[in-house]
């Protein structure tokens, strides 16, 4: 879906070595990145999940876990998007995942691999939930912008699934946390046909076993208008969905949660944001 027109900047650097940043970061202490691991081989490469753990000895119990797919506009961008997210959560005692997929190529038009790899990442964490030390109970998932797109995607009956994925192993997560996530694709100009475009459209799919969410959104957002959280909202009110929270950034455009890429505040807003979210939940402990 190119011509649906979701621009996002291309992110620099390695995802090993921004890994690395973020580990040597004092404001990242307590938390550590521990393994990188390949989810899937596909016949343009393997793909890989990058893992960001809490420190110290593993718990007693399985701990919450949050799958993160990078914004781009399913055509650029990297894992390393969310990792500061991830280590935010892993201070708290929560697995942050950070998700590569495949991304469209030249002359694609709608990102069916990258809805198919999504998919497949939540499976794989769900059937290594023991090894990875996830509670299968609580693996949620997020992502920002197209990210936030197929964090969605993961969440609905999907119209496409990778033919080599166990599709016994439900895929779909506990909770969402959205950044300026795409919902309906009616009002852009595309040479896709509409009826495609609703095939993997949310806002078409969703229905009342939609999990609790956290969506945060630029009100001033151009790429992703902030109408679509409206009208999202409504649209689960109707199916008696009550789950959803609505945090709207006044002022700001596509991108805000980005750290350094907002208006100063606006990446330890949307941050503190997720974690009180998730303290409401029951999946982070109450306190600073």
């Not at 500061?84 to 469209?104: C, D, H, K, P, T």
């Not at 309906?184 to 009342?208: G, K, M, Q, T, W």
Request: proline fraction near 8%.
């Amino acid at each position: 879906m190119k011509h649906l027109k979701f621009p996002h900047k291309r992110h620099g650097g390695a995802a090993g070595m921004l890994l690395a940043a973020a580990m040597s970061n004092p404001a990242h202490a307590g938390a550590t990145t521990q393994e990188s691991v390949v989810y899937k081989t596909t016949p343009r490469g393997d793909l890989a999940i990058d893992i960001v753990r809490p420190a110290g000895s593993a718990p007693a119990a399985p701990r919450p876990c949050v799958v993160f797919f990078h914004g781009g506009g399913w055509k650029r961008g990297q894992a390393h998007q969310f990792v500061a997210y991830s280590q935010v959560l892993a201070q708290r005692g929560v697995i942050g995942l950070n998700v590569e997929y495949r991304l469209m190529q030249e002359g694609q038009m709608i990102p069916v691999e990258a809805v198919e790899d999504a998919r497949s990442a939540m499976r794989y964490v769900r059937r290594n939930a023991a090894r990875l030390g996830c509670d299968p109970a609580r693996i949620g998932a997020g992502g920002g912008s197209s990210g936030g797109h197929l964090a969605l995607m993961t969440a609905v009956k999907s119209p496409v699934e990778d033919a080599h994925d166990d599709l016994a192993i439900d895929p779909r997560p506990a909770l969402l946390l959205l950044f300026n996530a795409p919902m309906n694709f009616d009002d852009y100009p595309s040479p896709v046909p509409l009826a495609e475009r609703r095939r993997f459209s949310p806002y078409y799919l969703i229905d009342a076993s939609f999990p609790p969410t956290l969506m945060q959104h630029g009100t001033a957002d151009k790429v992703v208008p902030f109408r679509q959280v409206a009208q999202f909202r409504d649209k689960l009110a109707t199916l008696g969905v009550n789950t959803l929270k609505v945090v709207p950034f006044e002022g700001r455009g596509h991108g805000f949660f980005n750290r350094g890429k907002g208006q100063p505040g606006d990446f330890d807003r949307a941050a503190g944001e997720m974690v009180s979210f998730l303290q409401q939940q029951g999946w982070i402990a109450a306190g600073p």
